[in-house]
Protein backbone atom coordinates (compact mmCIF):
# COMPACT_ATOMS: atom_id res chain seq x y z
CA UNK A 1 0.00 0.00 0.00
CA UNK A 2 2.82 2.50 0.70
CA UNK A 3 4.49 1.37 -2.46
CA UNK A 4 1.08 2.72 -4.43
CA UNK A 5 1.15 5.62 -2.49
CA UNK A 6 4.36 6.80 -3.27
CA UNK A 7 3.94 6.23 -6.52
CA UNK A 8 1.15 8.50 -6.80
CA UNK A 9 2.93 10.91 -5.20
CA UNK A 10 5.58 10.36 -7.79
CA UNK A 11 2.77 12.14 -10.10
CA UNK A 12 2.37 15.04 -8.64
CA UNK A 13 2.99 17.73 -11.35
CA UNK A 14 2.49 20.51 -8.39
CA UNK A 15 5.65 20.40 -6.09
CA UNK A 16 5.11 22.02 -3.25
CA UNK A 17 7.71 24.88 -2.31
CA UNK A 18 8.90 25.44 1.67
CA UNK A 19 7.68 28.25 3.22
CA UNK A 20 10.76 29.44 3.94
CA UNK A 21 12.04 30.33 0.61
CA UNK A 22 9.07 32.70 -0.13
CA UNK A 23 9.78 35.97 -0.81
CA UNK A 24 6.31 37.95 -0.82
CA UNK A 25 6.81 41.59 -2.32
CA UNK A 26 4.64 44.66 -2.31
CA UNK A 27 4.27 44.57 -6.09
CA UNK A 28 3.09 40.90 -5.99
CA UNK A 29 0.64 42.09 -3.93
CA UNK A 30 -0.36 45.01 -5.88
CA UNK A 31 -0.38 42.42 -9.15
CA UNK A 32 -2.58 40.20 -7.40
CA UNK A 33 -4.81 42.24 -6.31
CA UNK A 34 -5.32 43.79 -9.94
CA UNK A 35 -5.08 40.78 -11.49
CA UNK A 36 -7.86 39.38 -8.63
CA UNK A 37 -10.22 42.42 -10.06
CA UNK A 38 -10.18 41.71 -13.48
CA UNK A 39 -10.63 38.11 -13.12
CA UNK A 40 -13.65 38.74 -11.06
CA UNK A 41 -14.68 40.95 -13.60
CA UNK A 42 -14.47 38.80 -17.00
CA UNK A 43 -15.80 36.00 -14.69
CA UNK A 44 -18.80 37.70 -13.91
CA UNK A 45 -19.11 38.61 -17.97
CA UNK A 46 -18.88 35.33 -18.99
CA UNK A 47 -21.73 34.16 -16.53
CA UNK A 48 -24.11 37.14 -17.87
CA UNK A 49 -23.35 35.52 -20.82
CA UNK A 50 -23.92 32.40 -19.44
CA UNK A 51 -27.32 33.06 -18.17
CA UNK A 52 -28.96 34.94 -20.92
CA UNK A 53 -29.76 33.65 -24.66
CA UNK A 54 -27.51 34.37 -27.25
CA UNK A 55 -28.81 34.88 -31.51
CA UNK A 56 -27.35 32.52 -33.57
CA UNK A 57 -27.68 34.06 -37.56
CA UNK A 58 -27.69 32.08 -40.50
CA UNK A 59 -28.34 32.92 -44.33
CA UNK A 60 -30.21 29.69 -46.52
CA UNK A 61 -32.02 29.71 -49.81
CA UNK A 62 -35.41 30.32 -49.36
CA UNK A 63 -36.64 27.01 -50.54
CA UNK A 64 -40.63 27.73 -50.02
CA UNK A 65 -43.52 27.76 -52.27
CA UNK A 66 -46.72 28.92 -52.00
CA UNK A 67 -46.80 31.22 -49.03
CA UNK A 68 -48.87 34.00 -48.72
CA UNK A 69 -48.06 37.29 -48.02
CA UNK A 70 -49.60 39.48 -45.54
CA UNK A 71 -49.07 43.29 -45.36
CA UNK A 72 -49.96 45.22 -42.36
CA UNK A 73 -50.11 48.89 -43.04
CA UNK A 74 -51.36 52.17 -41.73
CA UNK A 75 -51.19 55.41 -43.04
CA UNK A 76 -52.65 58.61 -42.61
CA UNK A 77 -53.13 61.23 -45.44
CA UNK A 78 -54.16 64.68 -44.24
CA UNK A 79 -54.92 66.62 -46.84
CA UNK A 80 -57.00 64.30 -48.60
CA UNK A 81 -60.47 62.59 -48.20
CA UNK A 82 -61.48 59.30 -47.44
CA UNK A 83 -64.08 59.21 -50.45
CA UNK A 84 -61.13 59.46 -53.33
CA UNK A 85 -58.84 56.76 -51.22
CA UNK A 86 -58.19 53.35 -52.54
CA UNK A 87 -56.11 50.49 -52.31
CA UNK A 88 -54.55 49.00 -55.42
CA UNK A 89 -52.39 45.82 -55.81
CA UNK A 90 -50.53 44.23 -59.30
CA UNK A 91 -48.45 41.64 -59.23
CA UNK A 92 -45.49 40.79 -61.76
CA UNK A 93 -47.48 39.03 -64.57
CA UNK A 94 -49.91 42.51 -64.46
CA UNK A 95 -53.11 41.20 -63.06
CA UNK A 96 -54.40 44.13 -61.17
CA UNK A 97 -56.50 44.22 -58.16
CA UNK A 98 -58.11 47.21 -58.16
CA UNK A 99 -60.16 49.02 -54.77
CA UNK A 100 -58.94 46.28 -52.72
CA UNK A 101 -61.42 46.28 -49.29
CA UNK A 102 -60.61 43.03 -47.55
CA UNK A 103 -59.81 43.78 -44.07
CA UNK A 104 -59.00 47.32 -44.79
CA UNK A 105 -60.30 50.13 -41.97
CA UNK A 106 -60.54 53.72 -43.19
CA UNK A 107 -60.73 56.37 -40.32
CA UNK A 108 -61.46 59.84 -40.94
CA UNK A 109 -59.51 62.57 -39.50
CA UNK A 110 -59.49 66.27 -37.96
CA UNK A 111 -57.12 68.65 -38.45
CA UNK A 112 -55.34 67.77 -35.35
CA UNK A 113 -54.90 63.87 -36.57
CA UNK A 114 -57.82 62.77 -34.02
CA UNK A 115 -60.27 60.05 -35.51
CA UNK A 116 -63.57 61.29 -36.41
CA UNK A 117 -65.41 57.84 -37.71
CA UNK A 118 -64.10 54.60 -38.38
CA UNK A 119 -65.45 52.52 -40.82
CA UNK A 120 -64.45 48.86 -42.08
CA UNK A 121 -64.93 48.07 -46.26
CA UNK A 122 -65.00 44.58 -47.68
CA UNK A 123 -65.28 41.27 -45.90
CA UNK A 124 -65.62 41.68 -42.53
CA UNK A 125 -67.93 44.76 -42.11
CA UNK A 126 -71.15 44.82 -40.38
CA UNK A 127 -73.88 42.77 -42.49
CA UNK A 128 -77.00 44.69 -42.91
CA UNK A 129 -80.30 41.97 -43.02
CA UNK A 130 -82.28 44.57 -44.60
CA UNK A 131 -80.67 47.53 -45.78
CA UNK A 132 -82.13 50.97 -46.51
CA UNK A 133 -84.23 50.95 -49.71
CA UNK A 134 -83.83 54.46 -51.96
CA UNK A 135 -87.51 54.85 -51.65
CA UNK A 136 -87.53 54.72 -47.57
CA UNK A 137 -88.38 51.46 -45.68
CA UNK A 138 -86.14 48.04 -45.32
CA UNK A 139 -85.53 45.78 -48.05
CA UNK A 140 -88.01 43.28 -47.74
CA UNK A 141 -88.46 39.74 -48.67
CA UNK A 142 -88.19 38.91 -52.28
CA UNK A 143 -87.70 42.66 -53.73
CA UNK A 144 -84.78 44.22 -55.51
CA UNK A 145 -82.37 46.22 -53.59
CA UNK A 146 -81.87 49.28 -55.12
CA UNK A 147 -79.48 51.78 -52.75
CA UNK A 148 -79.33 56.00 -52.44
CA UNK A 149 -77.72 57.60 -54.65
CA UNK A 150 -77.79 60.76 -51.46
CA UNK A 151 -79.20 63.35 -54.11
CA UNK A 152 -77.20 62.69 -57.16
CA UNK A 153 -79.99 60.64 -59.08
CA UNK A 154 -80.77 61.42 -62.44
CA UNK A 155 -83.77 59.54 -62.58
CA UNK A 156 -86.30 57.88 -60.66
CA UNK A 157 -85.15 54.67 -61.42
CA UNK A 158 -81.22 55.07 -60.38
CA UNK A 159 -79.66 52.91 -57.94
CA UNK A 160 -76.49 52.90 -56.06
CA UNK A 161 -75.77 49.66 -54.68
CA UNK A 162 -71.84 50.55 -53.71
CA UNK A 163 -69.70 53.05 -52.87
CA UNK A 164 -68.46 53.18 -56.41
CA UNK A 165 -71.95 53.93 -57.66
CA UNK A 166 -72.45 56.85 -55.58
CA UNK A 167 -68.36 57.82 -56.31
CA UNK A 168 -69.38 57.71 -60.30
CA UNK A 169 -73.24 59.11 -59.24
CA UNK A 170 -71.59 62.15 -58.10
CA UNK A 171 -68.66 62.50 -60.25
CA UNK A 172 -71.70 63.05 -63.55
CA UNK A 173 -73.37 65.62 -61.57
CA UNK A 174 -69.76 67.26 -60.78
CA UNK A 175 -70.17 67.29 -57.20
CA UNK A 176 -66.76 64.76 -57.11
CA UNK A 177 -63.11 66.35 -56.43
CA UNK A 178 -62.39 65.92 -60.38
CA UNK A 179 -59.56 68.44 -60.50
CA UNK A 180 -56.37 67.34 -58.35
CA UNK A 181 -55.02 70.46 -58.87
CA UNK A 182 -57.78 72.18 -55.98
CA UNK A 183 -55.37 70.10 -53.14
CA UNK A 184 -53.06 72.32 -51.71
CA UNK A 185 -51.01 69.39 -50.90
CA UNK A 186 -50.23 65.60 -50.88
CA UNK A 187 -49.05 64.83 -47.70
CA UNK A 188 -48.78 61.69 -46.06
CA UNK A 189 -47.40 59.39 -43.03
CA UNK A 190 -46.70 56.00 -42.67
CA UNK A 191 -47.69 55.18 -39.15
CA UNK A 192 -46.69 51.47 -39.57
CA UNK A 193 -45.83 49.14 -42.26
CA UNK A 194 -44.69 45.32 -41.68
CA UNK A 195 -44.33 42.33 -43.72
CA UNK A 196 -45.45 39.85 -41.18
CA UNK A 197 -45.32 39.67 -37.76
CA UNK A 198 -42.88 41.43 -35.16
CA UNK A 199 -39.86 39.32 -33.31
CA UNK A 200 -37.94 41.04 -31.01
CA UNK A 201 -35.45 43.14 -32.33
CA UNK A 202 -36.89 43.61 -35.93
CA UNK A 203 -36.64 47.54 -37.58
CA UNK A 204 -39.33 48.59 -39.99
CA UNK A 205 -37.58 51.32 -41.61
CA UNK A 206 -40.46 53.12 -43.00
CA UNK A 207 -42.49 53.19 -39.46
CA UNK A 208 -43.00 56.91 -38.60
CA UNK A 209 -41.50 58.42 -42.06
CA UNK A 210 -43.81 61.37 -43.10
CA UNK A 211 -43.34 63.48 -46.71
CA UNK A 212 -44.88 66.79 -47.30
CA UNK A 213 -44.65 67.80 -51.03
CA UNK A 214 -46.47 71.48 -52.12
CA UNK A 215 -47.10 70.54 -55.56
CA UNK A 216 -50.13 69.89 -56.26
CA UNK A 217 -49.57 65.80 -57.29
CA UNK A 218 -46.66 63.48 -57.55
CA UNK A 219 -45.73 60.07 -57.30
CA UNK A 220 -44.33 59.00 -54.10
CA UNK A 221 -42.31 55.78 -54.86
CA UNK A 222 -41.26 53.24 -52.33
CA UNK A 223 -38.81 50.08 -53.67
CA UNK A 224 -39.01 47.17 -51.07
CA UNK A 225 -36.56 44.12 -50.86
CA UNK A 226 -38.44 41.80 -48.84
CA UNK A 227 -35.96 39.51 -46.87
CA UNK A 228 -38.15 36.39 -45.38
CA UNK A 229 -37.05 35.66 -41.75
CA UNK A 230 -37.92 32.50 -39.65
CA UNK A 231 -37.48 33.60 -35.69
CA UNK A 232 -36.94 31.08 -32.91
CA UNK A 233 -37.23 31.86 -29.54
CA UNK A 234 -35.07 29.69 -26.41
CA UNK A 235 -38.68 27.84 -26.08
CA UNK A 236 -38.73 26.75 -29.68
CA UNK A 237 -41.47 28.76 -30.50
CA UNK A 238 -41.17 29.76 -34.64
CA UNK A 239 -42.19 33.33 -36.26
CA UNK A 240 -42.45 33.16 -39.47
CA UNK A 241 -42.53 36.71 -40.87
CA UNK A 242 -40.60 39.07 -43.23
CA UNK A 243 -37.85 42.37 -42.75
CA UNK A 244 -37.60 44.54 -45.48
CA UNK A 245 -35.17 47.53 -46.99
CA UNK A 246 -36.17 50.44 -48.53
CA UNK A 247 -35.34 53.31 -51.43
CA UNK A 248 -37.66 55.98 -51.61
CA UNK A 249 -37.94 58.37 -54.73
CA UNK A 250 -40.45 61.81 -55.64
CA UNK A 251 -41.70 61.94 -59.31
CA UNK A 252 -43.04 65.78 -59.63
CA UNK A 253 -46.48 65.79 -61.32
CA UNK A 254 -44.71 66.65 -65.12
CA UNK A 255 -41.78 64.39 -65.83
CA UNK A 256 -41.11 65.07 -69.69
CA UNK A 257 -44.01 64.20 -71.57
CA UNK A 258 -45.41 61.96 -69.50
CA UNK A 259 -47.36 63.24 -66.60
CA UNK A 260 -46.78 61.65 -63.05
CA UNK A 261 -49.64 59.27 -61.88
CA UNK A 262 -50.78 61.00 -58.70
CA UNK A 263 -50.36 58.51 -55.53
CA UNK A 264 -48.00 56.94 -53.12
CA UNK A 265 -47.02 53.43 -54.45
CA UNK A 266 -44.68 50.61 -52.87
CA UNK A 267 -42.62 48.58 -55.13
CA UNK A 268 -41.73 45.18 -53.51
CA UNK A 269 -40.01 42.03 -54.42
CA UNK A 270 -39.02 38.67 -52.21
CA UNK A 271 -35.39 37.96 -51.79
CA UNK A 272 -34.46 34.61 -52.53
CA UNK A 273 -32.12 33.96 -49.14
CA UNK A 274 -34.15 33.28 -46.38
CA UNK A 275 -32.77 34.64 -42.58
CA UNK A 276 -33.15 32.28 -39.43
CA UNK A 277 -32.23 33.51 -36.06
CA UNK A 278 -32.08 30.76 -33.15
CA UNK A 279 -31.87 31.87 -30.00
CA UNK A 280 -30.16 29.47 -27.58
CA UNK A 281 -28.46 29.44 -24.27
CA UNK A 282 -24.46 28.39 -23.99
CA UNK A 283 -23.79 24.87 -22.73
CA UNK A 284 -22.44 24.19 -19.63
CA UNK A 285 -19.46 23.06 -20.54
CA UNK A 286 -18.40 25.69 -22.75
CA UNK A 287 -19.18 27.96 -20.21
CA UNK A 288 -16.41 25.79 -18.06
CA UNK A 289 -13.98 26.07 -20.85
CA UNK A 290 -13.82 29.90 -21.04
CA UNK A 291 -14.15 30.32 -17.01
CA UNK A 292 -10.93 27.93 -16.75
CA UNK A 293 -9.22 30.17 -19.76
CA UNK A 294 -9.68 33.57 -18.19
CA UNK A 295 -8.60 31.77 -14.62
CA UNK A 296 -5.64 29.94 -15.51
CA UNK A 297 -4.98 32.62 -18.14
CA UNK A 298 -4.75 35.95 -15.92
CA UNK A 299 -2.92 33.67 -13.42
CA UNK A 300 -0.59 33.28 -16.21
CA UNK A 301 0.20 36.67 -17.31
CA UNK A 302 0.12 38.26 -13.74
CA UNK A 303 2.94 35.33 -13.06
CA UNK A 304 5.04 36.79 -16.12
CA UNK A 305 4.71 40.38 -15.25
CA UNK A 306 5.34 39.63 -11.29
CA UNK A 307 8.72 37.89 -12.50
CA UNK A 308 9.63 40.80 -14.42
CA UNK A 309 8.97 43.60 -11.67
CA UNK A 310 10.76 41.38 -9.34
CA UNK A 311 13.83 40.67 -11.43
CA UNK A 312 14.54 44.27 -12.38
CA UNK A 313 13.75 45.90 -8.97
CA UNK A 314 16.35 43.42 -7.99
CA UNK A 315 18.67 44.17 -10.63
CA UNK A 316 18.34 48.19 -10.46
CA UNK A 317 19.04 47.57 -6.31
CA UNK A 318 21.96 45.55 -7.07
CA UNK A 319 23.43 48.33 -8.83
CA UNK A 320 22.63 50.83 -6.37
CA UNK A 321 24.71 48.92 -3.99
CA UNK A 322 27.15 48.73 -6.23
CA UNK A 323 27.06 52.56 -7.08
CA UNK A 324 27.08 51.78 -10.83
CA UNK A 325 23.05 53.22 -11.33
CA UNK A 326 22.44 56.78 -12.63
Not at 6 to 19: F, H, Q, T, V
Amino acid sequence: MDNIMSRIRGLDAYPKINEDFYSRTLSGGVITLASSVVMLLLFFSELRLYLHAVTETQLVVDTSRGETLRINFDISFPALPCSILSVDAMDISGEQHLDVRHDIIKKRLDSHGNVIETRQDGIGAPKIEKPLQRHGGRLEHNETYCGSCYGAEVSDDDCCNSCEDVREAYRKKGWAISDPDIIDQISHKINRLTFGDYFPGIVNPLDGVQWTQQTPNGMYQYFIKVVPTVYTDVNGHTIQTNQFSVTEHFRGGEVGPVQAIPGVFFFYDLSPIKVTFTEQHISFLHFLTNVCAIVGGIFTVSGIIDSFVYHGQKAIKKKIELGKFS
